[in-house]
């Protein structure tokens, strides 16, 4: 005979001295079945199941209270069944806070008891925590379980960035499918990725426009990396139609915690880093955090060498209950002579992987970024908020370098050698409003925004022709460049949005995404003529996505999504251009596994990419350098990504993509060729196992493959990059707060391509044998 289910009719959170109570009201106060000893732990959350019960409130079949403390994302108590799940999600780590559940005079913890628990996962800081993250904020800006996003979103843990020793950003998206490199700025922690066919210059930052190519991102300074996929305009404004990455960072912690750290490896790597954090005050009403780190080191080129600065505080202040201030600032520099491109040679061969293809005497970079912004959160009520953010990000670049401008023959390399400035100013700003609601047995919650994006651009730039590069015998003591005024502009972009986003519940396994977008886009491309020219655009943006849980742990989702892009250019009659448009259709299903420890998603999409230019069919016209808005581009694939927890101590993340992004129209580009640098099937695999018990316990080992196969270097598919597979290694060991670990990257010394720009000489080789040990003291 089946017990019978009592009603839980409200739910009331308590700050105390200690921490924090979740109470639960029953019906006529009738007792809960509540067994603690299956409390457990999931990433950053405490999870509670209260089996034989369902919650009757009046405001729904869900109660969610957002950031009730400074170190608690999110309380949620929601109907799974016939089955009641207490969620307490952490900011950083799992809470520090002392959370208790309250019913009927009982009360039971939710934190991890003893000494021994706290040794298993560290949960100050950075944290020990799992490799399976259940929620994200990417796809929707509100803390939502990724089973109930009708899109793929990928996360990429800090657990997983510490355990493979991850240096830039493009390294930490390694593990996600469908996402390839897709060429940095000179070596710079900068760069693109290709998703799903698309390349997508810079990425976000805590859901913010980070400007572009030319920005350095600060790893030490992360904490888990979100991975959209597909269009993203409905929230983020003018994005490629493959997806976004948005990088969430570490937030000051209202206890006590300091970190120090040392690096160093093969070819001259060093990095010393600090991560402080705590309160400032007696009743932790104004915590910081503070990060620093510098990282020198020589490339796998001759005479390559670079410099990383990193500085970066953030303030957080608890103006009362219901109000949070939080404010960043961030710098990084990068100096020092970067590393070259590549050449193939009409053999297929590539010139030797030390071989530098320039002139190192007249090479140098200088990139500084400064970063600061704010956000401010109020709460109304427990079903209303209104958030405030702003942010700037300053860039500025002062660069020479010698390029090599194509492959005549196998021995001589023509040059061209560039003296540039370049600086950019991106000031973004957001406000939104988020309201939960009822309609009858429909929970609702809403999200409407606007945000504005104004981006300033100086560039100038001095030229020089110089003597080619002999690559059998080069000589590299050549007469100082005769530069000479090359291009230069000043150009002002500026795009205005507004959105609505509603999920609804429908039922408690059918949920329903819907919103849209509008976008004003203008840009003066050199607002220093007389008479400058502004190209103004507008674009809707559409996503409706269905999500169908036929039981706790299977999720089927749909969904239809709109992305755009401006097109800065004008036909032959003075007309502007279209936006670029991408238009995506996609359907998958999200499976746990093992009590939830371990998730998949296996997505199914086909994104088409319209109003393409090509070059126009009037020869004359074309030689003007007129296009026309024929193109079209498709990509269409099928992903598989896998992460969590196997066994205790067995951890993995791991992924499979085929990507199928070829020419679907053209004037000039044969119909059918595939786009640049997209492989058709690409794998990988990181696993760590940490022995649990003994003498021995601590000590673990992670193994990771990487599979890329071949690609096609330009859209002309004129060559081939040929497939490689990539093998990384590491040992650690880890006891209370001390961390040391060795990690090897390219195990056997593979000599691979990673990248391509359309150009047999702007080719990205792969990093040879890669050594790197570090120690990490927590106190």
Not at 538 to 554: E, M
């Amino acid at each position: 005979m089946e017990a019978a289910q009592v009603q839980v009719t409200g739910v009331k959170l308590d700050r105390t001295e200690t921490g924090l109570d979740i109470v639960l009201e029953t019906a006529e106060g009738k007792p809960l079945t509540i067994d603690a000893t299956k409390f457990r732990r999931e990433g950053n959350n405490l999870i509670a199941e209260i089996p034989n019960a369902t919650l009757a409130l009046p405001q729904g079949q869900t109660f969610v209270a957002e950031n009730p403390t400074a170190d608690i994302a999110t309380v949620q108590v929601e109907q799974a069944g016939g089955t009641i799940r207490v969620s307490v999600a952490g900011n950083n780590a799992l809470p520090k806070t002392e959370v208790t559940l309250k019913t009927g005079g009982l009360a039971y913890s939710l934190n991890p008891e003893g000494d021994e628990a706290d040794d298993e996962l560290v949960v100050t800081g950075a944290g020990r925590g799992a490799y399976r993250v259940p929620n994200a904020s990417t796809a929707t800006r509100t803390d939502t379980p990724i089973r109930d996003i009708p899109q793929s979103i990928q996360v990429v843990p800090q657990q997983v960035l510490r355990d493979r020793n991850v240096n830039t950003l493009t390294e930490a998206v390694e593990t996600v499918s469908g996402v390839v490199d897709g060429s940095d700025y000179f070596g710079a922690p900068t760069g693109a990725r290709i998703i799903r066919g698309f390349s997508q210059s810079g990425n976000f930052r805590n859901g913010f426009r980070d400007a572009d190519f030319f920005t350095l991102t600060g790893l030490g300074t992360i904490d888990r990396v979100e991975v959209l996929k597909g269009p993203a305009s409905v929230l983020f404004g003018a994005v490629e139609p493959g997806g976004i990455i948005n990088v969430v960072t570490k937030q000051p912690l209202s206890e006590p915690f300091h970190e120090l750290a040392f690096e160093a490896g093969n070819r001259a790597f060093i990095q010393p880093s600090i991560d402080f954090s705590g309160p400032l005050n007696d009743n932790k009403t104004i915590l910081y955090r503070l990060i620093a780190s510098y990282q020198r080191s020589d490339g796998f080129q001759d005479f390559v060498n670079t410099n990383l600065t990193t500085i970066a505080p953030t303030l957080t202040f608890k103006l009362g209950d219901q109000t949070d201030l939080n404010l960043y600032y961030e710098y990084i520099d990068f100096d020092g002579i970067p590393e070259q491109y590549t050449s193939i040679l009409s053999d297929n061969s590539f010139l030797p992987r030390s071989f530098y293809q320039g002139y190192p005497g007249y090479t140098f970079a200088d990139i500084t970024t400064q970063k600061i912004g704010y956000t401010l959160n109020h709460r109304f009520s427990d079903s209303l908020q209104i958030r405030n953010s702003f942010s700037v990000s300053a860039n500025k670049v002062r660069e020479r370098y010698t390029l090599a401008l194509d492959v005549v023959d196998d021995r001589f390399l023509p040059q061209i050698a560039q003296d540039r400035e370049y600086s950019q100013d991106n000031y973004f700003g957001q406000i939104d409003l988020l309201g939960k609601f009822n309609t009858g047995s429909i929970s609702h919650q809403v999200l409407i925004g606007f945000d504005f994006n104004r981006n300033v651009e100086n560039f100038e730039s001095n030229r020089s022709r110089i003597p080619a590069l002999d690559v059998l015998n080069p000589n590299y003591n050549i007469p100082r460049p005769n530069y000479v005024p090359g291009r230069s502009f000043d150009e002002l972009t500026e795009s205005y949005g507004v959105y609505i986003q509603d999920q609804i519940a429908l039922l408690d396994n059918l949920k329903l995404l819907i919103g849209g977008r509008f976008d004003w886009v203008s840009q003066t491309p050199d607002t220093s003529t007389l008479n400058p020219l502004t190209q103004n655009d507008f674009a809707f943006s559409p996503r409706i996505g269905l999500v169908y849980q036929p039981s706790r742990s299977i999720s089927l989702y749909a969904s239809y999504s709109r992305s755009f892009i401006p097109t800065f250019e004008f036909n032959a009659d003075d007309q502007p251009f279209e936006p670029t448009k991408g238009t995506q259709y996609e359907a998958g299903i999200k499976v746990d596994f093992l009590n939830g420890k371990l998730s998949t998603t296996l997505a199914a999409y086909q994104i088409t990419k319209a109003n393409v230019t090509t070059p126009n069919p009037d020869p004359e016209l074309a030689a003007l350098g007129f296009s026309i808005q024929t193109g079209e581009q498709r990509s269409r694939g099928l992903e598989l990504d896998i992460a969590g927890e196997i066994s205790p101590g067995w951890r993995v993340i791991g992924s499979y993509a085929y990507t199928d992004a070829r020419v679907t129209e053209d004037n000039t580009i044969p119909v059918g060729n595939r786009l640049v640098n997209v492989p058709e099937n690409q794998a990988s695999l990181w696993t760590t196992y940490e022995i649990q018990n003994g003498s021995l316990k601590g000590l673990g080992f992670g193994l990771g493959l990487f599979y890329v196969s071949e690609r096609q270097g330009d859209l002309d598919n004129s060559f081939t990059i040929p497939s490689y597979l990539r093998t990384d290694a590491s040992v650690f060991y880890r006891r209370g707060q001390f961390n040391a670990a060795i990690n090897i990257r390219n195990l056997f010394d593979a000599d691979y391509i990673r990248a391509s720009e359309a150009s047999r000489t702007f080719l990205r080789r792969g990093a040879p044998f890669t050594i790197t040990g570090s120690i990490r003291w927590e106190f």
